[in-house]
């Protein structure tokens, strides 16, 4: 197979080469008139775009991010002061209609009552049916009557409570992103506010049913305390990422858990020995402290609003 051979070209002396191809003189052409002009635009227009974004810099200050730390006190206060609630209610409404079938006697003799009601109220035949008649008999007050209409009054109440709850959490918790959510911090405050200062007055007057019904509905028409947990633990992510969150989350948990147990055990051994007007004015008191909290001190986290 041939290959072909190129002749490299000898080194230009430029003594040697021919005056017609000589380079004389090398003259540089000015530039036009109109590329100079557009040069100078382009510059001046960047050149006030730079001054301009120094001075929206400096006009805008940049807003500090708020400490996730500062939404604790609302979330402590809610749940402290609701933790209790459906034992207090509870507690309330099983002395009303023992007291209503004549059982409010000594805690013995409920209790010999209630045994006596639960193992012997329906006696079990089973080789004669139907059982023969018995006239009316004069037996002790069964203690059935009383768990029956609790439990009916729970069943209303938590019918009362969820309807109103419900509509006021899809509508003002869908939203927290654009109203932002220090609303969802003041409501529920609002609320147990008036719940509390409403069942005062439904214990010391001792008013019926439908008050603690009626009650119950306009505190819940506020929210709950769910709307409460759902605002704190939105604040927290806004004002946190990466593993600060995590640590804010696990932190966070540990003080709901305390403070959802100290409030029950309190309650508990109180209401053994006393009536419910001190805790609901302390329920009252930690709200209204609330409330306070988070309309002149929390700070909101979500920059558009």
């Known amino acids: 197979m041939s290959t072909r051979k190129y002749r490299l ?45 120094q001075k929206v810099k400096e006009t805008v200050p940049l807003v500090p991010t708020p400490r996730w730390w500062l939404v604790l006190p609302c979330l402590i206060l809610i749940t402290l002061a609701t933790a209790a609630d459906p034992l207090l209610l509870n507690d ?14 000594s805690p013995s003799s409920q209790q010999k009552v209630c045994s006596q009601s639960t193992t012997t109220a329906m006696p079990l035949v089973y080789w004669q049916f139907p059982p023969p008649y018995q006239g009316p008999t004069q037996g002790p007050p069964n ?3 009383v768990q029956h209409d609790a439990a009916s009054f729970h069943t209303k109440n938590s019918i009362v409570a969820l309807v109103p709850a419900l509509v006021t959490s899809i509508l003002i918790g869908s939203n927290c992103d654009i109203i932002g959510r220090r609303p969802l911090l003041l409501l529920p405050f609002l609320g147990k506010v008036v719940w509390y200062s409403l069942l005062l007055a439904i214990v010391s007057r001792d ?11 306009i505190e819940s028409v506020f929210g709950s ?44 051994i109180w209401l053994r020995f006393h009536l419910y007007t001190v805790p609901l004015s302390v329920c009252l008191g930690l709200s209204m402290i609330a409330l306070v909290y988070a309309l002149f001190v929390q700070p909101e986290s979500v920059e558009s609003v």
């Open 143 to 145: 203690y059935n009557m």
């Open 92 to 105: 309330l409404i099983v002395r009303r209609y023992e007291r209503r079938y004549g059982l409010d006697a």
């Open 207 to 217: 008013l019926s049913d439908g008050w603690l019904l009626g009650a119950h509905a």
């Open 9 to 53: 070209a000898a080194p230009i002396d430029s003594d040697n080469i021919d005056a017609s191809y000589r380079i004389t003189s090398l003259v540089v052409l000015p530039a036009p008139s109109w590329l100079a002009t557009s040069n100078t635009i382009e510059t001046s227009t960047s050149k006030a775009l730079l001054d301009n974004r």
């Open 225 to 268: 305390s769910g709307l409460v947990s759902l605002s704190a633990f939105s604040y927290i992510t806004d004002c946190t990422n990466g593993s600060r969150r995590t640590g804010a989350f696990l932190l966070t948990e540990g003080i709901v858990f305390l403070a959802r147990i100290v409030p029950i055990i309190a309650v508990g």
